[in-house]
């Protein structure tokens, strides 16, 4: 069974930056789109970027974008969110998914496999 493990959460100011990563242990890595979604408290889980089985095309929800960057490394079956000028907006658990059956795709149906979270808090 394959199994996807996030770390490099943590508690950080406003401003401040992270870099989370997402390791898969089984070898269904470089066919697949991965992604990144979140879900903040009292919140719905929601789409954060995603990048292609080739990593040659990457999406990013709005509020992100220019400060988040998804990249993967393939022969580490690992995909990374590097998360740049944080804001206490995102704040929220961040969870690797991995799609089955889609080369590129944003849409949280359409990932099958999912990682147990890692907690990302920005203080102001």
């Known amino acids: 069974q394959v199994l996807l493990v996030e770390t490099g959460g943590g508690l950080v100011q406003t401003g401040d930056s992270l870099r989370l990563s997402c390791a898969a242990s089984?070898?269904?890595?470089?066919?697949?789109?991965m992604g990144w979604f979140r879900q903040a408290p009292g919140k719905e889980r929601e789409f954060v970027a995603s990048?292609?089985?080739?990593?040659?095309?990457?999406y990013y929800t709005d509020s992100v974008k220019g400060r988040f960057t998804i990249s993967r490394d393939n022969a580490k079956n690992t995909v990374y969110l590097q998360l740049n000028s944080l804001k206490p907006e995102d704040t929220a658990d961040y969870y690797c998914?991995?799609?089955?059956?889609?080369?590129?795709?944003?849409?949280?149906?359409?990932?099958?496999?999912w990682g147990q979270g890692t907690q990302v808090i920005v203080s102001s």
């Open positions: 998914a991995v799609s089955n059956s889609k080369p590129r795709t944003t849409k949280a149906d359409d990932f099958d496999l």
């Open positions: 089984g070898r269904i890595f470089s066919s697949n789109a």
């Open positions: 990048i292609s089985w080739s990593g040659d095309s990457t």
